[in-house]
């Protein structure tokens, strides 16, 4: 379950997690496109972490704070992705003062599917997006008694072996083509930092 005091005391986690993979981040990225991914989420780290003393008391409120936070910390790509994905949660998450496990999960699947949207990328092009609909999928099967931060690292280690011998198809990585055959995509990885700190 995920409530108010859960999120915040996990936000800090998250903050030094981004600092510490920055540079993992930026050597993945550099591979397939422009070697900004660690500094654009070290960039979200940083301003996230000045507006925690901030933040209001609800999830809708947090989750919209940390979408207007991540906003002001680059226009790449992913930090627009990870925006949304804050500004989808908050919208989920009017009127609730608790998500556990099946909300999680349902509250995923629209991460996911809002995130292709805007993005355009579909499930199979090797991006974050594959390894989110993984752990949306390992939550919804999952029972509420389950360990769920176990859940989903083991959901997106799977998605990166899934994928690792796949072309990337989409982005600036697209044009690498067969050449990133046997690489792990910069935002899955991402995304298994993320979810190693909460």
Known sequence: MIDVNRL???????????????????????????????????KCA????????ELPDSLEGIFKRLAQASAKASGSSFGTLLTVAF?????????????GRADLATL???????????GGANLGDKTVLDALQAVHLAMADAS?????????IDAVGEAL???????????RARMFADKTIGMDDPGMVALKRMVESI
């Not at 993945?28 to 989420?41: E, F, N, S």
């Not at 500004?87 to 998500?99: H, I, N, P, V």
Request: hydrophobic fraction near 45%; include cysteine.
């Open 108 to 118: 995923l699947g629209e991460v996911v599917a809002t995130l292709s949207a805007r």
């Open 87 to 99: 500004m989808t949660a908050g919208k989920r998450c009017a009127g609730t003062q608790a998500l």
């Open 144 to 152: 509420e008694e389950e360990d769920l931060r176990r859940i989903a």
């Open 46 to 53: 940083t301003l996230i972490a000045q507006a925690q003393p």
């Open 8 to 42: 915040t005391a996990a936000i800090p986690r998250w903050c030094a997690a981004m600092h510490a993979a920055a540079p993992e981040l930026n050597e993945l990225d550099g591979r397939l496109g422009d070697a900004d991914l660690g500094v654009t989420l070290d």
């Open 161 to 171: 072996d899934a994928f690792r011998d796949k072309p990337n198809r989409i982005g």
